[in-house]
């Protein structure tokens, strides 16, 4: 049971380039969610899902796509990588939205140059 | 707009001291009260939770204070050990925000041994 994965685990892009960021999950949980972390800012939402084929944006969603084709995966991408967008991304996801604990993967470490 | 205030930013104790990390909150619609612990290099994880009808809540040497007329929240660490030298997370979610998780800005405790 490899929980939540997350790949790559670190990248450098260049200003305008474009990524996808996979998140993988196999606990068969229904939610998933995609955030950032920056210094002194903690967590920020940026897309979610609440089950296979639906997404929604969250808190800091500018310049971010998602698509949940499977329920086990929840892909993050960047279409034309800004500097702005450098920070630590971590993906999560639980059984359902209320009140249940979010397990979060390794994170993803983005340097946009 | 940052709905969950945290403070303070860094924290540094001895062993065997009594770090608390203090969260406020707005909206009185919230009605879970998660910590998350992180370590560096790592995702973060629950590590103890709270609903607005109690208190007080103990999980081993860690304990959440909940004033609910305050609007305010607290995790002590009795007997801290260098061991939990982290980044604390604190969050709220409630029906209104569809349960989504909204993070404090952390803070980074260091326990000296």
């Known amino acids: 049971n490899a929980g939540v994965t997350q790949t790559p685990k670190f990248r450098v892009l260049k200003t305008g380039q474009s990524m996808t960021l996979l998140c993988a999950q196999d606990?068969?949980?229904?939610?998933m969610y995609w955030y950032r972390q920056d210094p002194g800012m903690g967590l920020r939402l940026i897309h979610y899902?609440?089950?296979?084929?639906?997404?929604a944006k969250g808190e800091v969603p500018d310049g971010y796509n998602v698509s949940r084709l499977k329920k086990q995966n929840f892909l993050l991408g960047l279409e034309s990588a800004a500097p702005s967008q450098t920070s630590v991304y971590f993906c999560?996801?639980?059984?359902?939205?209320?009140?249940?604990?979010?397990?979060f993967g390794p994170g993803t470490r983005l340097t946009v140059t | 707009q940052q709905q969950v205030k945290q403070s303070p930013q860094s924290l540094i104790v001895q062993k065997g001291g009594i770090p608390i990390i203090n969260c406020a909150y707005e909206?009185?619609?919230?009605?879970?009260f998660p910590w998350y612990q992180q370590f560096p290099g790592k995702g973060p994880a629950l590590l103890i939770a709270?609903?607005?009808?109690?208190s007080e809540k103990k999980e081993g040497r860690f304990t959440i204070s909940f004033n609910k007329s305050a609007k305010q929240f607290s995790l002590h660490i009795m007997d801290s050990q260098p061991g939990d030298s982290a980044t604390y997370f604190c969050?709220?979610?409630?029906?209104?925000?569809?349960?989504?998780?909204?993070f404090g800005s952390g803070t980074r405790l260091l326990v000296r041994p």
């Open positions: 909206n009185t619609a919230f009605d879970y």
């Open positions: 606990m068969n949980h229904e939610y």
């Open positions: 709270i609903r607005p009808d109690v």
């Open positions: 899902s609440v089950g296979e084929g639906t997404t």
């Open positions: 969050a709220a979610s409630g029906v209104d925000s569809s349960y989504k998780l909204i």
């Open positions: 999560a996801s639980t059984l359902s939205g209320r009140r249940n604990e979010q397990y």
